[in-house]
Each structure stands twice: as structure tokens, then as C-alpha cells.
């Protein structure tokens, strides 16, 4: 019952900027860490960066810089400001969120359908 919705992805040239945001709806109790995970063509699934519910965050050293991930916990709501974008930054971006759901007894990860992101130089 629980989802993730994610938005803002499209094409945009080298230098320039997008926001992502991802929405999480259902019968939902919490949501604890939550984070970012881009997939560029031909390669694996790497993590771009997470948020605590304490509002602690980590980035990887390819976006460190440059992205900013934050969150509406009113909203439960995940944003990825994403700034001086490079053509490496181009990939499928997944929200990710460890979410307490009503009536269950521990988290469980949920996955974003995935956005599409590309950069042309």
C-alpha cells in the first residue's frame, strides 16, 4: 500500500540544475532514513546520498558539492537539489525510504518507479 512517487527528472545541459522530489503516501506510521540512488547506462546502482529523520546526510564524492538532499517530513516528502550537473550525472534516479508502516511491527525498504535524468554537454 505504501508508495513512492517520484518527479523533476527531463534533460538539461551541462551547468544546469534540477530538482527531484519524491512523495511518499500510504498508511504510513514513520519514515527513518531515506535516500538517493542513480543508475547510469551500462553501469550498477550506486548511492548518490541519504537523510536521516535527525536530518543527517551523506553524499557521495562524485556529487559532494553540488547536490543537496533534504526532506519534508510533513509532507513525507524527499527532495535531491541537484546543481552544476555534469554529463557523468546522467542515470535513472531511485528514491529510496525506510518507512514504519500502521499495524506492522518493523521498516521495510520501499523503491521509487525511477526518473529519468540526463545531461548533454
Known amino acids: 500500500q505504501v508508495q513512492l512517487v517520484e518527479s523533476g527528472g527531463g534533460l538539461v545541459q551541462a551547468g544546469g540544475s534540477l530538482r527531484l522530489s519524491c512523495a511518499a503516501s500510504?498508511?504510513?506510521?514513520?519514515?527513518?532514513?531515506m535516500g538517493w540512488y542513480r543508475q547510469p547506462p551500462g553501469k550498477q546502482r550506486e548511492l548518490v546520498a541519504t537523510?536521516?529523520?535527525?536530518?543527517?546526510?551523506h553524499y557521495a564524492d562524485s556529487v559532494k558539492g553540488r547536490f543537496t538532499i533534504s526532506r519534508d517530513n510533513a509532507q513525507n516528502t524527499l527532495y535531491l537539489q541537484m546543481k552544476s550537473l555534469k554529463p557523468d550525472d546522467t542515470a535513472v534516479y531511485y528514491c529510496?525510504?525506510?518507512?514504519?508502516?500502521?499495524?506492522?511491527?518493523?521498516?521495510?525498504?520501499?523503491w521509487g518507479q525511477g526518473t529519468q535524468v540526463t545531461v548533454s554537454s
Open positions: 529510496n525510504a525506510r518507512i514504519r508502516q500502521m499495524g506492522w511491527g518493523s521498516d521495510y525498504t520501499y
Open positions: 500510504g498508511s504510513i506510521l514513520n519514515i527513518n532514513l
Open positions: 537523510i536521516t529523520s535527525g536530518d543527517s546526510t
